[in-house]
């Protein structure tokens, strides 16, 4: 389906009755992308991991004699049978600075159509998630929700979408979410000449999606530093200076209540960005507690979620929020010295610190 980009896979379902054609033009109006192809060998900006696609013929377990599709940047791995084509694509979408993976499967008489999307910001449920972008997108259609099972024991639903006053399905996806990633999954045959949406038995579309492997991405970005540090400063009697960083997934306990200056909430998956601080002599771990983190203009700061020690390094992690952009810090202590970290262009990148007063 169109969920924010899908090609108009049943528009041509229904050009003959005046409703139809109206379904169809809002499903092709909500899908408007901007497509960047990215092969059989795509490298991505990110500044620890690299996006790949692969089509070449792998004999796993699962299915000897299938090809292989992995992409690590948003988190999915599957096989799919030899004689599909397939073609792996980024699209953006109309939300700014967000962009989606888009796979197709093909064969002469079937379709599959992978999405993956990066906007569940709120950890929503997939039924809640596609709930909040029918009523986002104002769909003229009926909805409807059907349990399907697990997806890599993950809890998956069906979206069901009706042409408006008919009892007419015209599209079925089936989805999940994962983190920040909700992923898509539709299926169409040929009947009667026409694209439709297969049924939800559908063998093919069972067996591909028992192969599914699905993680999040362990670091989205990350920098390291080596002398000269670009900050360095004193607590207590201890030298400390920043080796490094970066912005990725921690997980944590089942049902832990994790916080952020945004809200609180329950995952298994948790984004966090994480300092990486050189320790140098006289270092205790109650110094690294008074590095806050600024949260609004008016000052308000919050303490590391979590402390991690090893030899030398003492890693100072803070939960953040899944769209932030810009995260600012204090070293507090004597020197106090403020400094700043963004993505831009693809990469965390760091500001010069000032010192507060």
Known sequence: MNRRGFAPLFAVVAIA???????????????SVKKTDVGNA????????????SSTPQSLSAHPGWKTFSNDQYGLTFQYPPDWTMDASIVSTAMPGESDLLVSLDQPTKRMTIRVMPNNFSHLSMEEWWKNEDATFNSPSGNAYEPYGTVDGIPAEWHIIFFPQTADVAGRELGFT?????YDVTMETINDQ????????NQDLSAILQTFAVTLPPQLYAVDYHYPYPLEWK??????????????????SSGTL??????????????????????????????????????????????PDMLISASDTQEVVYFVPEDGQEFLFRTGGASNKYFLFKIEDGSLKFDAPSTGG
């Open 17 to 31: 009755a005046l409703l139809a054609v109206a379904a169809a033009a809002y499903w092709y109006w909500r899908g």
């Open 42 to 53: 795509a490298a991505l900006d990110r500044a620890s991991s690299t996006a790949q696609v």
């Open 178 to 182: 994962k983190g920040k990633f909700a």
């Open 194 to 201: 026409r694209w439709g949406p297969a049924d939800p038995n």
């Open 235 to 252: 607590a207590g009697s201890a030298d400390l200076f920043l080796t490094g960083a970066f912005i990725g997934y921690r997980t944590i």
């Open 258 to 303: 994790s916080h952020t200056a945004e809200g609180s909430y329950k995952s298994e998956d948790v984004l966090a960005l994480t300092l990486s601080i050189g320790t140098g002599k006289n270092a205790t771990s109650g110094l690294f507690t008074s590095i806050k983190r600024i949260t609004d203009e008016s000052g308000d700061e919050v303490p």
